[in-house]
């Protein structure tokens, strides 16, 4: 793929990235303002406002990890960096990018680290 093409690719992933991103940060402040309502008296109904405050507080947490990947991901395209992999310094795939465009390593050094984690 020319360097031409790969940068329409790289101009396309990182407009999705960052309207994603977008719609993230507008999620947590809808999480953000949910759980800041008040509970209601009634220990039944507040029992289970409790409990799906702390449903939204772990999604909004996994809002918060993903807009960091964006961020991480964003930082990596403006440095130059994005499509290299951060372990052995080869090309990701752009098969591997496009499915999955957070991807800082290649799919060999994902595999490698997967294997190693799941033996710890």
């Known amino acids: 793929m020319g360097k031409a093409m790969i940068r329409d690719v790289y101009a396309g992933l990182r407009q999705q990235l960052e309207q994603k991103k977008s719609d ?3 999620r947590l402040e ?3 303002a949910n ?3 008040g509970y209601e008296a009634d220990s039944k109904e507040r ?3 409790l409990e ?4 939204v507080d772990a999604l909004g947490n996994e ?3 993903e807009v960091a990947r964006i ?3 964003l930082r990596r395209m403006d440095d130059g960096e994005y499509g290299t992999c951060i ?3 080869a090309e990701i795939d752009q098969n591997r990018l496009e499915a999955y465009p957070y991807a800082d390593e290649c799919i060999d050094c994902a595999r490698f680290d997967e294997h190693r984690r799941a033996r710890m």
């Open 71 to 73: 961020t991480a991901t």
């Open 63 to 65: 809002a918060r990890a």
């Open 87 to 89: 372990e052995c310094g």
């Open 47 to 49: 029992a289970k406002q």
């Open 30 to 32: 809808r999480i953000t």
């Open 52 to 55: 799906d405050s702390e449903v």
């Open 24 to 26: 993230l940060l507008a």
């Open 35 to 37: 759980l800041r309502r």
